[in-house]
C-alpha cells in the first residue's frame, strides 16, 4: 500500500517539478517573484477545460492551445507590469505587492467566468494497468511519460545549446541586468515564453488526470514555489530534486495521517531548510554584491 | 442603524489589523504574508479564555495579546536570520501552517466546523455587552485607545533611533543586536494587537472557523494597507482600512449577483494595487517608501 502511495508521490512531483521549472525560469533570471505564475497556472487549467471539454476539442489540439495562450499570458505580466515597474526602478517588494495584485485580479477574474466548482476533464472511467501490486492509470502514465521527457529535454538543451548555456549561467550569477549583454529584452522575453510553457504544461497534465478548482490550484503553485527554494536556488535540476521530494513526502503523510496535513508538513520543511541551508538542499550559495 | 454599526464594528477591527501591519512594514521595512495567522491565533485563544474562564474583558485582551505576541517569537528569529524573499516565504509558510493546524486539530479548534456559541465579553467580569450598540461604542473606544498607542510608538524617540540605525548608512556590526531588538518589539506589539482584533471578531461574531484566517485573508489585509499607505504615521492605514471596508458594503447595493461581486471587488483591488505601485508605491496617504 505504502508503495503504491510512493508511485503516487513520484508522480505528483514530477508535476511540481515542470511548475517549478516555470517558476524558477522567471526567479533566477530576473530576481522577480513572480507569484501571478499561480494565476497563470489556473489560467491555463481553465483554458484546457474550455478547449477539451466545452469546445470539446482533441485533447492534443486542445493542449497546443492552451501552451500558446498561456505562455502569450505569462508575457504579457512581464510587458505590462514587470518592464514598467523595472524602467522605474521599484524594488523587490513593490514589485512583489504587483506580482500579488496581478494574481488576485487575474484569478478572480477567472472565477467570475469558469465559477469556483471542481473542473474536471475525465470523460469514462480510466483503464489502468498494475505491475505487481502497484497501479497505475493511463493518465498517470502520460503524467510521467510526458512529464520526465519534458523536463529531460529542457534540461539537455540547457547544457548543449548557446542558449541554454547563457540561462543557466544568467541563473547561478547576478541575474539579468544591464551588464548582461544587448539582447537582454530578447533573453527576457524567451525566458517568460518558456515559464509560461512549463507552467501549461503540468496544468494540463495534471488537469488530465485530476479536477481541478481554482484555489487548489494556487495551493499547488505555491507547493511548486516550495519545492524550487527546498531544491535549490540557481539551478534547473534542483527543481527535479525539490518537486520529487515534496511530492513523496506529502504521499507519506498522506499515508500515515491525512492529506490535509500535507501544507504544515511542506512548509515545516521549508522553514527547516531555509534556516540550516538558505540556498536550498543543492543550490548555490547567493553571492549578494 | 444596527447595519452601520455593524459596520463599524468591522471596521475597527480592521484599522487594528492594518495598523499592526504597518508597524513592520512601514517602519521595519519587512513585508509579511501572515498577519492573519496571528489574527485567527488571537481569536482562537481569546475564544478559548472566553469559554473556559469567567474573567474581565481587560484580562483577557492582556492574556490573549501576551501569547499571541510570544507566537511573533518565530518571524522575528526568521527576519534576524533570513533576507529579503527568503523572508517572505518564511511568513508565507507560518500563514499555510497556523492554518492548517486550525484546520485539521478537531479536537481543540473544532476543524472546519468551528466554533459556535462564543460568549460576549464582560467589562468587569459581570456586565457582559450584549446589544451592538453597546459594542460598537465598547470597539470604537478600544480602537481609539489602539490609534492613538500606534500612533505614540510610531513617533517615539526610540522607533526613530530604531529606524534611524537601521538605515543602510551605518555600520551593520554596530547596529545588529539594536536591529534584532527592533524586530523582536515590533513584531511582538504587531502579532499582539492582531489578536486583540481577533478577541473582539471572536466575541463579537461569537462564531469563528479557520477560512477567516488564511492566506487570502494577509493579502487583503496588506491589500488594505498598501491602498491606505505605509505611513509613519496613522492616517495611512486608518484610510485604508476605511476604503476597502467602506467599498465592500457600498458594493453590495450596486446590484450584482453576491457570488460575482465578491470577484468583481477583488479583482478591482487586485488592478488598484498593481497601477498604486507603478504610480504611487507608497500608497494614497504613505510617506514611507518600500524597499
Redesign the interface.
Known amino acids: 500500500m505504502l508503495g503504491q502511495f510512493l508511485i503516487n508521490g513520484i508522480i505528483t512531483g514530477i508535476l511540481y517539478s515542470l511548475l517549478a521549472i516555470g517558476f524558477a525560469l522567471v526567479y533566477n533570471t530576473t530576481k522577480l517573484?513572480h507569484i501571478v505564475a499561480a494565476a497563470i497556472y489556473v489560467f491555463s487549467a481553465f483554458m484546457f477545460y474550455l478547449f477539451a471539454v466545452t469546445l470539446g476539442l482533441p485533447i492534443l489540439v486542445a493542449a497546443f492551445v492552451t501552451i500558446l495562450l498561456t505562455m502569450g499570458l505569462s508575457l504579457l505580466t512581464d510587458v505590462s507590469?514587470y518592464r514598467?515597474?523595472k524602467k522605474?526602478k521599484?524594488?523587490?517588494?513593490?514589485?512583489?505587492?504587483?506580482s500579488?495584485?496581478?494574481?488576485?485580479?487575474?484569478?478572480?477574474?477567472l472565477?467570475?467566468f469558469f465559477g469556483t466548482g471542481e473542473k474536471s476533464i475525465k470523460t469514462a472511467v480510466c483503464s489502468s494497468f498494475s505491475i505487481g501490486s502497484l497501479n497505475v492509470s493511463i493518465p498517470q502514465l502520460w503524467q510521467l511519460v510526458v512529464g520526465v521527457f519534458v523536463i529531460v529535454v529542457f534540461l539537455l538543451l540547457i547544457n548543449i545549446t548557446n542558449w541554454g548555456i547563457r540561462l543557466r549561467v544568467l541563473s547561478e550569477g547576478g541575474g539579468l541586468n544591464e551588464n548582461s549583454g544587448d539582447n537582454m529584452s530578447n533573453t527576457r522575453t524567451m525566458v517568460f515564453l518558456l515559464s509560461g510553457a512549463f507552467i501549461a504544461i503540468s496544468a494540463c497534465l495534471s488537469l488530465y488526470d485530476i479536477s481541478f478548482s481554482p484555489y487548489m490550484g494556487i495551493e499547488v503553485f505555491?507547493t511548486a514555489?516550495?519545492a524550487m527554494?527546498i531544491g535549490g536556488v540557481g539551478r534547473y535540476g534542483t527543481c527535479v530534486l525539490g518537486g520529487i521530494i515534496l511530492g513523496v513526502l506529502q504521499a507519506v503523510t498522506s499515508y500515515y495521517l491525512?492529506s490535509?496535513?500535507n501544507?504544515?508538513v511542506?512548509?515545516?520543511l521549508?522553514?527547516i531548510i531555509?534556516?540550516l541551508r538558505?540556498q536550498g538542499i543543492a543550490g548555490y550559495k547567493k553571492q549578494t554584491v | 442603524m444596527d447595519y452601520l454599526m455593524h459596520i463599524g464594528i468591522m471596521l475597527c477591527i480592521y484599522i487594528i489589523l492594518v495598523l499592526s501591519t504597518n508597524l513592520t512594514v512601514g517602519m521595519a521595512?519587512l513585508?509579511t504574508l501572515c498577519q492573519a495567522a496571528f489574527y485567527g491565533i488571537g481569536a482562537y485563544i481569546g475564544t478559548y479564555f472566553l469559554m473556559q474562564f469567567n474573567l474581565p474583558f481587560i484580562v483577557i485582551a492582556l492574556l490573549v495579546m501576551l501569547v499571541t505576541g510570544l507566537t511573533s517569537l518565530v518571524i522575528s528569529i526568521?527576519s534576524v536570520?533570513?533576507k529579503?524573499?527568503?523572508f517572505?516565504?518564511?511568513t508565507?509558510?507560518?500563514q499555510?501552517?497556523v492554518?492548517?493546524?486550525l484546520?485539521?486539530w478537531v479536537s481543540v479548534t473544532g476543524g472546519s466546523y468551528g466554533i459556535p456559541g462564543i460568549p460576549s465579553i464582560k467589562l468587569m467580569g459581570i456586565w457582559g455587552i450584549h446589544s451592538i450598540q453597546a459594542y460598537f461604542v465598547f470597539v470604537l473606544a478600544v480602537t481609539l485607545l489602539v490609534i492613538v498607542f500606534f500612533s505614540r510608538v510610531q513617533r517615539s524617540s526610540y522607533s526613530r533611533f530604531l529606524k534611524a540605525i537601521c538605515g543602510d548608512d551605518i555600520s551593520p556590526q554596530a547596529s545588529e543586536r539594536n536591529e534584532t531588538r527592533m524586530k523582536i518589539s515590533f513584531f511582538f506589539i504587531s502579532a499582539a494587537f492582531s489578536g486583540l482584533a481577533g478577541l473582539i471578531y471572536a466575541s463579537y461574531i461569537s462564531y469563528i472557523d479557520p477560512t477567516g484566517f488564511t492566506f487570502a485573508e494577509s493579502?487583503f489585509i496588506?491589500?488594505a494597507l498598501?491602498i491606505g499607505g505605509v505611513s509613519k504615521r496613522v492616517w495611512g492605514p486608518i484610510v485604508g482600512a476605511a476604503v476597502v471596508v467602506i467599498f465592500t458594503e457600498l458594493f453590495r447595493f450596486v446590484g450584482f449577483p453576491d457570488a460575482?461581486a465578491a470577484?468583481?471587488r477583488?479583482?478591482i483591488?487586485?488592478?488598484?494595487?498593481?497601477v498604486l505601485?507603478?504610480v504611487r508605491?507608497q500608497g494614497l496617504l504613505g510617506d514611507a517608501?518600500?524597499?
Open positions: 517573484f507590469v514598467p515597474l522605474r521599484a524594488s523587490g517588494n513593490v514589485t512583489m505587492i504587483a500579488i495584485g496581478m494574481m488576485i485580479a487575474i484569478v478572480n477574474l472565477v467570475m505555491i514555489i516550495v527554494f491525512s490535509s496535513w501544507n504544515a511542506t512548509f515545516i521549508l522553514l531555509l534556516f538558505p | 521595512n513585508l526568521a536570520k533570513l529579503g524573499d527568503h517572505i516565504l518564511a508565507l509558510g507560518f499555510m501552517i492554518y492548517t493546524i484546520y485539521n493579502v496588506i491589500t498598501f460575482m470577484n468583481l477583488q479583482v483591488y487586485g488592478l488598484v494595487l498593481i505601485m507603478l508605491p517608501k518600500l524597499k
